[in-house]
């Protein structure tokens, strides 16, 4: 509970930080983590002159004077909704940020829309947002109905079990224990594909906070997704769960967007890049999933 109440202060005071550089470590300081010091979230500058000839998406942002992003909204570290503040929050919504001010809008012309990962393709597909930023794996089969910017981060599966459990350490011994995981995801397919339970053992929801409640309520014995999610809820009540901490995939995540939105892609692409070498990306991380503790390794962007 401590680690949440210090975590929701620091995002609402982090901005107000960064302008009176008040806080005694500064944020460029290239720590990726030690959790130490308060690291402050970036400011980013917004660009009123960002022009991105050719693409749906960039038009219909600026026709409506505001630009609608897709991300998680019960994923903490790196999207999560604050159900007082209503404010978003965590690495994810921080690049969408990022990646916004570059197209030209700060932050009270977001408008952050909570997708589950069942739905993501379809988000995009429709036009209902933009771009997209949560927890989103590249991989070939969504390659072929969206296309993606990064990786950004390159994350694992694993398993969040009960602090007591001794007897989950690994993908090899969840056979006849109940699994939980989202539904459209790349864990619970992983799950299916390589057999790691009974198909009667599998329990799937829209979001990973449902099944992380019925791993409380012992209704499951573990949840699967990657270690970055897994981690936020584990920070969250660490009296009563844990991690199992060894990962077996890899899950590098993309920034997803039109199919066909060529110009949309190589802007934002330039954006990240820009992120990555002027250590605007490490102050994201130290100042979100970094206050874990975590060390990060910083990814190299792919052109697809
Ligand atoms: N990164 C995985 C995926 O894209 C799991 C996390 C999620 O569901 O967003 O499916």
Redesign the pocket.
Known sequence: MRIRTLAVGLLVGGLALTACGKEGTPADSGATGTGTAAAALPTYTVDTAAAVTGSPAFDKAKAAGKITIGV?DDQPGLGKKDPTTGKFSGFDVEIAKLVAASLGYGEDKIDFKPVA?ANREQAIANGDIAYYV????INDKRKAQVSFVGPYFE?GQDLLVRKDDTSITGPETLKGKKVCS?T????IQRVRDQKLTEPGNIVEFQGYSQCVDKLISKDVDAVT??DA?LKGFAAQDPDNLKVVGKTFSK?P?GIGLGHDDKALRDKVNGTLQKALDDGTWEKIYAATLGKSGSPATKPTLIKY
């Open positions: 998680k990962s949560g927890t989103y794996t994350a989202a459209g995801s790349t864990p997704t990657d999610i899950e995540y």
